[in-house]
C-alpha cells in the first residue's frame, strides 16, 4: 500500500471534498479550464488499440463524471468498464450520465487505498493521477497499474503538469 502521511491524507481529504462540492458543475468547467478538452478525450478513446467488437475489461482511474467512461462504452460496445473514484457526487454524477449502460461498475476508493483485485486490458486515467501527493508515490502507483494489466494491457493516461510557478501552482492545486 501506499504511505499514508498525515500531510497525505489532509491534502486528500480537501481534494475530495473539492470533488464532492464542485461534481454537479465540473462539466461545465472543465470546459472552460482545459482546451480541447472534449479532443483530448476522444484521442485518448481512439488510441485504445482493440477492436471496437472486443470484450475488454477497463478500469477508469479518477473517472470523475464519467465523460472518458462514456466515450470508450459508445466505442466499445462490450467492453466491462469499472469507474473508480474518491469523490460519491462525482460517481453519483457518472451514474446518471451513465445510466443507459447497465453493466459498468462503481467503485468509491482512493489510490491511496485502493487494491487492483484483478487485471485490465485497459487502464484509463485522465487529469487525475496529478493528484498523487510526490514523484515517488506516482511511481509506486504506476508500478500497481503495470503488475495489473493483462498480458495484451494498455494503460493511457491524460496528463496534466503543473507548470513550476507558485502563484499558477495555487491556483490549479484543486483542478
Ligand atoms: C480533474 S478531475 C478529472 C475527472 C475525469 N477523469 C475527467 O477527465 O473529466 C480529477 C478526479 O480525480 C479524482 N481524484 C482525485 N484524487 C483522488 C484519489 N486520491 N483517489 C481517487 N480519485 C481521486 C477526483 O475526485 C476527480 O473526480
Request: with cysteine.
Amino acid at each position: 500500500m501506499l504511505k499514508m502521511e498525515d500531510e497525505i491524507v489532509n491534502k486528500t481529504e480537501k481534494i475530495k471534498n473539492h470533488f464532492e462540492d464542485e461534481a454537479k458543475e465540473f462539466d461545465e468547467i472543465i470546459l472552460n479550464l482545459i482546451p480541447y478538452y472534449k479532443q483530448m478525450v476522444e484521442a485518448l478513446v481512439l488510441s485504445i488499440p482493440f477492436d471496437k467488437e472486443e470484450n475488454i475489461e477497463v478500469i477508469d482511474l479518477g473517472c470523475g463524471t464519467g465523460t472518458l467512461a462514456s466515450s470508450i462504452k459508445q466505442r466499445f460496445k462490450n467492453s466491462q468498464i469499472t469507474c473508480l473514484d474518491i469523490a460519491d457526487n462525482m460517481i453519483s454524477v457518472a451514474k446518471t450520465k451513465l445510466e443507459k449502460f447497465r453493466d459498468i461498475r462503481y467503485i468509491v476508493s482512493d489510490f491511496y487505498k485502493f487494491n487492483f483485485y484483478k487485471d485490465y486490458d485497459v487502464i484509463v486515467s485522465s487529469l487525475a493521477l496529478h493528484h498523487l501527493a510526490d514523484d515517488e508515490d506516482k511511481k509506486m502507483f504506476y508500478r500497481k497499474i503495470y503488475d495489473s494489466l493483462t498480458n495484451r494491457g494498455v494503460f493511457l493516461l491524460n496528463h496534466f503538469q503543473i507548470i513550476h510557478n507558485t502563484l499558477l501552482s495555487q491556483y490549479i492545486f484543486f483542478f
